[in-house]
């Protein structure tokens, strides 16, 4: 029997532990990516980290969807970082000169966004060249002072970062505890077993010493 | 008078002398806080069949009813929070470009002309100048796309917080 588990994740019950794993993967998740996102990536990530589940249960797998999904955050802030960084430079680069008056934001940002990635046609190439060069700054001055001026932001993003990694170790915490459980009751279930093996051959026993 | 009935009147007549925001940019901003993400308002997880379903498979786990309930709303709650941490990032506040990149002091003759047919003074095209200036001030400090959608989404770190800590304990409490 198959449920789906609201996002996207379906199980089959009746499957043995092992085969879970692998009966998962399929199913696994609609991932809500942006569009220039890769699936595969995301999935791949997903299927690495499902392959290290010793009991994949259905709570374990959820758990570990959602963990590669604070995973996945962290790269988006990360790049976040980057582009909060890009997005100062051209403000900046935007407000440098007389060209306050003839560029407008949107064109400097990207513009410079090609710049800095190294896609930048040769007359744009020029252009970033010739602002910077009025506004008498490098391009490593430029990344100082953009730095300064989207510090505010930069620090949200770290944040963001922060509360990430703190939602990372309570799934683990969580993931642990369940391994721990599941580990528990098998051991348990094996003393349960060995205790009455020993009994019914301690009956047996008995019975034998009986005279008939 | 149980401890619980007293707690609650003390409740009430404490909420009497709260007073809530009191300017009026504060009573503004106050009244729109529920409506942008919704996560304030409390969810009804138990009768959604995803509900349901979760606290089934839960169960086969050979977890008590109470704890699976527990760990199917915290499971679902997270959800919520982290489905509106996506919608709130892809969809910022949109950047109003002619604010934001207009030349204030080269538009004060622009302000003159419009103003000239109701007799005004220079005064008054000073203040509509100060007035924009303001305002792209203003704009300019939310920053770009970018900053926008991450200012937004650090105030959702606390419903973050709050729901991943709820679903940690249902389960390791089980």
């Not at chain 1, 960084?85 to 008056?101: D, I, N, T, V």
């Not at chain 1, 064109?107 to 990635?117: H, N």
């Not at chain 1, 060069?133 to 490593?140: A, F, I, M, Q, V």
């Not at chain 2, 709303?73 to 709130?88: I, P, Q």
Request: aromatic share 6%; proline share 4%.
């Amino acid at each position: 029997m198959l449920y789906n588990v609201h996002f996207g994740i379906y199980v089959d019950v009746a499957m043995p532990v092992e085969d879970k794993s692998k009966s998962l993967l399929p199913f696994l998740s609609s991932p809500k990516l942006l569009p220039d996102e890769s699936e595969a990536e995301f999935q791949s990530g997903l299927q690495s980290l499902l392959s290290e589940l010793d009991n994949p249960s259905p709570l374990a797998v959820a758990l570990v969807s959602q963990l590669n999904e604070s995973f996945w955050w962290i790269k988006r802030h990360t790049k976040d970082k980057e582009l909060l960084l890009h997005e100062a430079m051209a403000r900046l680069l935007s407000k440098a000169g007389s060209y306050s008056e003839t560029y407008d934001n949107r064109k400097v940002s990207e513009a410079l966004e090609r710049y800095l990635d190294g896609r930048a046609v040769k007359d744009e190439a020029e252009w970033i060249d010739e602002i910077l060069d009025e506004s008498k700054l490098t391009l490593s001055d430029l990344r100082v002072r953009a730095f300064k001026d989207a510090a505010r932001h930069i620090k949200m993003v770290d944040d963001l970062i922060h509360r990430q990694h703190q939602t990372i170790r309570h799934l683990q915490r969580s993931i642990d505890s369940i391994d721990y459980k599941s580990r528990l009751i098998k051991r348990m279930d094996l003393e349960l077993a060995a205790l009455e093996s020993k009994q019914s051959v301690k009956g047996a026993l008995t019975l034998d010493d009986e005279p008939s | 008078m149980t401890m619980n009935h007293r707690r609650s009147l003390a409740n009430r007549s404490n909420a009497l002398k709260s007073t809530g925001p009191r300017s009026e940019s504060g009573k503004r901003a106050s009244s729109q806080n529920s409506r942008k993400h919704g996560l304030n308002s409390a969810p009804d997880f138990e009768s959604s069949v995803e509900y349901q379903k979760l606290v089934d498979l839960i169960a086969k786990e050979g977890f008590s009813a109470f704890v699976c309930a527990d760990i199917a709303t915290g499971l679902l709650n997270y959800r919520r929070v982290m489905d509106s941490y996506y919608d709130t990032y892809t969809s910022p506040e949109p950047v109003d470009e002619f604010t934001r990149d207009m030349n204030v002091k080269g538009s004060i003759p622009i302000f003159r002309e419009l103003l000239s047919p109701s007799g005004s003074k220079p005064q008054d095209v000073r203040e509509m100048a100060a007035f924009f200036a303001s305002m792209q001030r203003q704009e300019r400090r939310k920053g770009g796309p970018v900053s926008r959608r991450c200012s937004d989404t650090h105030k959702l770190i606390r419903y973050q917080r709050n729901a991943i800590a709820r679903l940690s304990r249902a389960v390791r409490q089980g």
